[in-house]
C-alpha cells in the first residue's frame, strides 16, 4: 500500500524500492476496512471494477454485534451519520419519541434494513442507491471526507498487496525479493542502507518500515519504545481460519463481531470464502481453548481448515518517525481488530507521510507534526475501543467482569462520564481526529442498552412532528431500498462486477 501510494503521489520524481522476503510471511488477515478506504483506491486512479473482483472482495455496509449486551440480541454500526430534525440527531429524538421495544439502530438507519435483508449498495446497473455520492473521490485524502460514503469492503488481503506491487511495478516502483541481512547507520544513528543476501547494498534518504509487529527499524534497529495499551484493552491473542461458503447466495454485506466467553468471534464474508477468528485474552483463555471454540462455531467439519495463531502487540510506537525511519502498519501500531482499523491506521499513516514528506533539511518539525497526528488518531481508536467493554451488557463470568472494570484512560473516563447525561456530540467525543464521529460513539453505547438517565429537555418544549415526519421518511425509503436493491452476492456474481 505505501510503495503504491508514494509512487502514486511523486510519480518518477522519487524513487522507490521495496524489499520483500519470500521467507517472512505476513499476518494474512486484516479482511475489513473502513468506507474512507475508497480515498486509497480512488487517489491510485483505480475503479473498484478494476481491483474488487481479482480480490475475492464483497462490500461491508457495517459492523454486527451479536450479544453483547444479552444472548441473542444483535445491532448494527452501520456507515450512515444520524440525520437530523430540528438542530437535533434523530438519536436524540428517539429516546423522546422511538418506539423502545425496535432497536435503536433499526429506528435510526437506513443501513439496518439493508444488513437484514442482505442487499448491495449497488442496483445491478452499478449505480449507487445514494445517488449523490457516487464517482471517483479523485485525489483526495480522508482529510477531505465530507460526507459518510455508504459501504467498505472486505477482500483477501494477500490479494490485495499482489494486486498492488503489479500495479507498483507498472509504475516503476523497483520490486527486490530478497532478505536483509544487516541495516547501517552513521554517527547520528541515521540508517545509511540495508544489506541484502543477493542484491547487496540499498541505499536511500529515507526508510520506511513495514516489518510487522517486529518492527525491525523501529524498534530493533533505533530502538524506539513501544507503549503497551495492555492495561486498557483486555485482549491479546487471536486464532484465524479460512472457510469456504457454505450457502454463497446468502452473502452478508457486515462484519460480524459476537461476544465470546473471553473475547470476540468475527465473520468476514468474501465472495468465495469467509474470515474467521477469535480474539481473546490469554488470561483466560488458553490457545488450545480458543482454537476449539473458533471451530466448533465456523468449523464444525473443517478438521482438514488450517488456523493461524496470532500474539498480538496491542499498542504503538512512543513515536512512528524517528531519524530518517517511518514505520507503517503494524511496526507503526496495532489495535484489536473489534472496528477494522488496521488498514484504517495503514492508510492514515501514509497519506500523513505524503503530506508530511521531508526535504534535504530534514526538518524536525514535520516529524514531531507527524508523530502527533498518528499517535492522537491511535490512542482515539483506543479509547472508542474501550467503550465497547464498558458500554457491554455482559459481565456473565470473570472475562467480561473483568472487562468492564478494566482501567480506562482519562479521556475515555470523561467521555463516558458525559454520556450517562446526554448522547454525544462533536465537541464531547474524544477531541482529535481518529476515524471515528460521533454518531459512532452513540451507536456503541445505545446499541449494548445504555441510555441517558433522560432525554435533553429542550426536546419537551418542541414540535416532535418534523422528526416524526423524518423517521416516517426513513421508514419508507429503507422499505423502498430493500424492494429494489439486488442482494449482495446477485450484485458480485453478475458478469462484470
Keep these: 500500500m505505501t510503495a503504491a501510494y508514494l ?3 511523486f510519480g518518477d520524481r522519487l524513487d522507490v524500492t521495496l524489499v520483500e522476503s519470500t521467507t517472512v510471511g505476513s499476518i494474512g488477515v486484516g479482511e475489513a476496512t ?9 487517489y491510485l486512479g483505480l475503479d473498484e471494477a478494476e481491483w474488487l473482483p481479482n480480490c475475492d472482495g464483497s462490500y461491508k455496509l457495517g459492523i454486527r454485534f451479536e ?13 450512515e451519520r444520524l440525520r437530523d430534525a430540528d438542530g437535533f440527531s434523530l438519536a436524540e429524538w428517539w429516546l423522546k419519541l422511538g418506539d423502545h421495544r425496535r432497536p435503536f439502530d433499526r429506528e435510526c438507519f437506513i443501513t439496518s434494513a439493508l444488513c437484514e435483508a442482505r442487499r448491495s449498495p449497488r442496483f445491478l446497473d452499478g449505480s449507487l442507491f445514494a445517488g449523490d455520492l457516487d464517482g471517483s473521490s479523485g485525489r483526495s485524502t480522508l482529510a477531505e471526507q465530507r460526507a459518510q460514503f455508504p459501504y467498505a469492503y472486505h477482500f483477501d488481503a494477500d490479494k490485495v498487496a499482489r494486486f498492488l506491487a503489479g500495479y507498483s511495478v507498472d509504475r516503476g516502483v523497483r520490486h527486490v525479493v530478497d532478505d536483509v541481512v544487516h541495516t547501517a547507520q552513521d554517527q547520528r544513528g541515521w540508517i545509511t542502507h540495508v544489506v541484502t543476501r543477493d542484491h547487496g547494498d540499498l541505499a536511500a534518504d529515507l526508510f520506511v518500515d513495514c516489518t510487522g509487529s517486529r518492527a525491525e527499524l523501529i524498534g530493533k534497529v533505533l530502538g524506539e519504545p513501544f507503549i503497551s495499551f495492555q492495561d486498557v484493552l483486555p485482549n491479546n491473542r487471536a486464532v484465524a481460519i479460512r472457510v469456504p461458503h457454505e450457502c454463497p447466495g446468502r452473502m452478508n454485506p457486515y462484519t460480524t463481531a459476537t461476544a465470546m466467553e473471553a473475547g470476540w468471534l468475527w465473520t468476514i464474508p468474501l465472495l468465495h470464502r469467509d474470515g474467521n477468528g477469535y480474539v481473546y485474552s490469554d488470561e483466560f483463555c488458553t490457545p488450545e481453548q480458543a482454537e476449539r471454540t473458533l471451530r466448533r462455531y465456523v468449523a464444525p467439519r473443517g478438521d482438514d481448515l488450517e488456523v493461524n495463531h496470532i500474539a498480538m502487540r496491542v499498542g504503538r510506537s512512543r513515536e512512528s518517525w524517528v531519524k530518517n525511519c517511518v514505520a ?13 482499523t488496521g488498514i484504517f ?6 497519506e500523513q507521510l505524503v503530506k508530511h514528506f521531508p526535504d534535504r533539511q530534514w526538518d524536525r518539525a514535520l516529524a514531531q507534526s ?20 464498558r458500554a457491554a451488557g455482559r459481565d456473565d463470568n470473570q472475562y467480561w467482569k473483568a472487562a468492564k472494570t478494566r482501567k480506562a484512560t482519562d479521556t475515555a473516563e470523561e467521555c463516558m462520564e458525559g454520556a450517562r447525561v446526554h ?11 481518529h476515524g471515528f464521529e460521533s454518531y459512532s460513539w452513540n451507536t456503541i453505547w445505545l446499541g449494548m442498552g445504555n441510555r441517558p438517565e433522560r432525554f435533553r429537555p429542550a426536546l419537551a418544549h418542541m414540535d416532535p412532528a418534523p422528526a416524526s415526519a423524518e423517521f416516517a421518511k426513513l421508514r419508507a425509503q429503507a422499505r423502498r431500498m430493500v424492494k429494489e436493491l439486488p442482494s449482495c452476492h446477485e450484485y458480485l456474481s453478475q458478469p462484470g462486477s
Design 7 to 9: 509512487r502514486a503521489a
Design 345 to 350: 491506521f495503514i492508510q492514515h499513516g501514509i
Design 34 to 42: 473502513f468506507s474512507t478506504i475508497r480515498h486509497y483506491f480512488d
Design 423 to 433: 448522547l454525544w456530540d462533536q465537541e464531547t467525543i474524544y477531541p482529535h481526529y
Design 370 to 389: 507527524y508523530n502527533t497526528r498518528i499517535a492522537r488518531a491511535v490512542d482515539g481508536v483506543k479509547d472508542f475501543l474501550i467503550l465497547h467493554y
Design 328 to 340: 507503517i502498519g503494524l511496526s507503526s501500531a496495532f489495535v484489536e481488530p473489534l472496528e477494522s
Design 67 to 79: 450479544n453483547w449486551s444479552t444472548p441473542g440480541e444483535y445491532f448494527y454500526h452501520p456507515f
